[in-house]
């Protein structure tokens, strides 16, 4: 139930704007989005299930911002870093949760700090049957010698196609709600998008990737100690124009 799903995190996200998330009741989520609490407990089976949901969407919607703000025009990659380094900072500053992703810093009003990990050390989801390609059937068995006498006979055991019964117990649409990215972590990701969309492999002005963790750095810094307005668009100019004519 997409459509639901998404009410609910709205409903939920207009909550945590109000109340501190201990004192968020799942039935007034509910109410507030329009169905069940039933209907709330299906699709993410706990509070804790909605909290993870809910702050993997937010940061999704980060992500997607520093999507939008590199995308052309303008052309000058620069410009294009100095748009993504503002998202960054008005995103945390308009958001209380993004900026714990960001920061690591999470406070009593937020739900608790979700699991994180680093890009490289993505676990595997669980076996899904309706999502997934069917599992490779298992190896078959090597023959045996005519003399050799006959193997006891061993329990039969489970097709190698059947997922075990906890991980078929997973329903799908909790498949995603899992662990987050740390700070580092969130931030090779964003450097990571930079250094996709601003520079091309061998071309004239290509921007390393030091230079756009710069960028962001400059940015989270910002977040901990906001300049006056248009600050931060004149500190990454700057320290920009530094690199280009160093």
């Not at 501190?20 to 007034?28: G, K």
Request: proline share 16%; hydrophobic share 45%; glycine share 6%.
């Amino acid at each position: 139930m997409p459509a639901a799903r998404d009410s609910l995190l709205d409903a939920a996200y207009m909550a945590l704007a109000r109340l501190p998330w201990p004192a968020v009741r799942m039935v007034d989520v509910a109410a507030t989005a329009g169905v069940s609490r039933q209907t709330l407990y299906n699709e993410f089976g706990s509070k804790d299930g909605l909290a993870r949901a809910l702050v993997r969407r937010e940061a999704a919607g980060f992500l997607a911002g520093i999507d939008r703000a590199l995308a052309p025009p303008p052309a000058d990659p620069y410009e294009r870093l100095t748009a993504a380094a503002e998202w960054t900072a008005s995103a945390a500053q308009g958001n209380a949760l993004v900026k714990a992703l960001l920061t690591g810093c999470w406070s009593d009003r937020l739900p608790p700090p979700p699991r994180t990990l680093a890009p490289a050390a993505a676990p595997m989801p669980p076996y899904d049957p309706l999502f997934d390609p069917p599992l490779a059937p298992a190896a078959a068995p090597a023959p045996v010698p005519p003399f050799a006498p006959p193997p006891a006979t061993a329990p039969a055991s489970p097709s190698p196609r059947t997922p075990p019964p906890s991980l078929r117990a997973v329903p799908p649409q909790r498949r995603a709600d899992g662990p987050v990215l740390s700070p580092g972590g969130l931030l090779a990701a964003v450097r990571d998008r930079a250094v996709a969309a601003v520079s091309a492999p061998g071309a004239a002005g290509a921007v390393p990737a030091d230079v756009c963790e710069l960028v962001f750095r400059l940015a989270l810094s910002c977040v901990a100690a906001p300049p006056d307005e248009g600050g931060i668009a004149e500190l990454v100019r700057g320290a920009l124009h530094h690199r280009r004519t160093a």
